[in-house]
């Protein structure tokens, strides 16, 4: 079967296709043909050499896919030859809190950019009919990352407000979550076009912080200085001041990305003052995943997915990644 493969190479990784064998499942495991999968930014800092993990050898990328069972090991009697699924991004992460020991797939472990993947079933989640392989590979990280912000670390009320930077992957299923349980939301994005098409999604204030750089005076302003009650942090270093300024009174800053900026001084006062809880999210478990999937067909939210390449194609949907034109979800289909 055709895999693509990581290994350390002089700039950062390489990235080649190779022709792997795979065996049959071993007992409690299954085969899955991968039909699709999602690239996350994660990826491509992996692929910089920019991300904390140590990768000796080689292995097979990204963390997000979806595909059809093709084989299943003994004592194996959740899943079935056929069942449509996606996997975890934490392959043992099933319930309870988040261990230093977990594994994540396409960094710790192979991923599942191949044609063929073997995991242990508890890894495996049902995929509705409803939604296309390319959509629900876009599950794993970034949608279950927005949901654990909001609904499980977070506690998002009807008649909150919700603020989320950019108009990634991330950002946009905060936005579809938080809208369908009646939350207010104010999105930011560097382009005017994204805004327009994120107001399509629902979003309520849409602030370009581009030509709004201070954009938490204008979060406070357009909140009448009742500021955010959560926050979806996807910048990082250069954004989390102003998402502590745009943040309201007993608010959640929930921190997620770390694509903006450089380290500068974050003053830690306004924790303090405003009582905010900041907390660190990375991505979520089994059950949050499961919890998610309910909620998406009780409310028939979609995953955004802006662009589709071929599996030979993955050089371009890296380029493409890396420029920032996408919005939302970039899958790649086999
Ligand atoms: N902790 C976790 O569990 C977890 C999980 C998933 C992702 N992440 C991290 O979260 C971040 C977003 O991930 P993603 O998958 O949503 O990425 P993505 O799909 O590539 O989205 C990137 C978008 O972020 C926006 N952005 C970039 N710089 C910004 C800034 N200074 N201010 C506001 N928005 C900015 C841009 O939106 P516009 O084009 O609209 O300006 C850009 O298109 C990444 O750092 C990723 O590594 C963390």
Redesign the pocket.
């Given at each position: 079967m055709n895999a693509w493969k990581l290994s350390p190479g002089q700039n950062g990784m390489d990235l080649d296709q190779h022709n792997v064998s795979i065996g049959e499942p071993g007992e409690g495991e299954v085969r899955v043909r991968i039909h699709a999968a999602s690239l996350?930014?994660?990826d491509l800092?992996i692929l910089g050499g920019q991300y904390p993990v140590n990768i000796e050898g080689s292995i097979i990328p990204l963390s997000d896919g979806a595909g059809e069972i093709t084989a299943v090991g003994e004592n194996v009697d959740n899943l079935s030859i056929g069942d449509r699924v996606s996997n975890l991004f934490w392959r043992d992460w099933i319930d309870g809190p988040a261990l230093a020991d977990h594994v994540a797939m396409g960094a710790e472990i192979d991923g599942v950019l191949a044609d063929e993947i073997i995991l242990p079933a508890h890894a495996l989640v049902k995929i509705p009919n409803t939604l296309s392989y390319a959509e629900a590979a876009t599950l794993p990280?970034?949608a279950l990352?927005a949901w654990?912000a909001l609904m499980e670390t977070g506690d998002l009320k009807a008649g909150q407000t919700v603020l989320t930077?950019?108009?990634?992957?991330?950002?946009?299923f905060a936005l579809q979550f938080a809208k369908s349980v009646g939350a207010r939301v104010i999105i930011?994005?560097?382009?005017d076009e994204?805004?327009a098409r994120a107001k399509e999604l629902g979003a309520d204030i849409l602030i370009n912080?581009?030509t709004t750089p201070n954009w938490a005076e204008e979060v406070q302003r357009l909140t009448e200085g009742k500021g955010a009650d959560v926050v979806i942090e996807?910048?990082?270093p250069?954004?989390l001041s102003q998402s502590l300024e745009a943040a309201g009174f007993s608010s959640q800053v929930t921190?997620?990305?770390?694509?903006?900026?450089a380290d500068q001084s974050i003053s830690p006062l306004p924790l303090l003052f405003k009582k905010i809880r900041l907390q660190?999210?990375?991505?979520?478990n089994r059950v949050m995943f499961e919890n998610m999937l309910n909620h998406m067909i009780k409310h028939n939210i979609r995953p955004v997915v802006d662009q589709i390449f071929n599996f030979n194609e993955l050089p371009a949907a890296i380029q493409t990644?890396t420029t920032?034109?996408?919005?939302?979800?970039?899958a790649i289909v086999n």
């Open positions: 996350n930014k994660r800092m990280c970034a990352t654990n930077l950019g108009t990634g992957g991330v950002s946009l930011t994005s560097s382009s994204k805004l912080y581009v996807t910048g990082g250069g954004t921190m997620i990305g770390v694509q903006a900026g660190g999210i990375m991505v979520g990644m920032s034109v996408h919005f939302g979800k970039i």
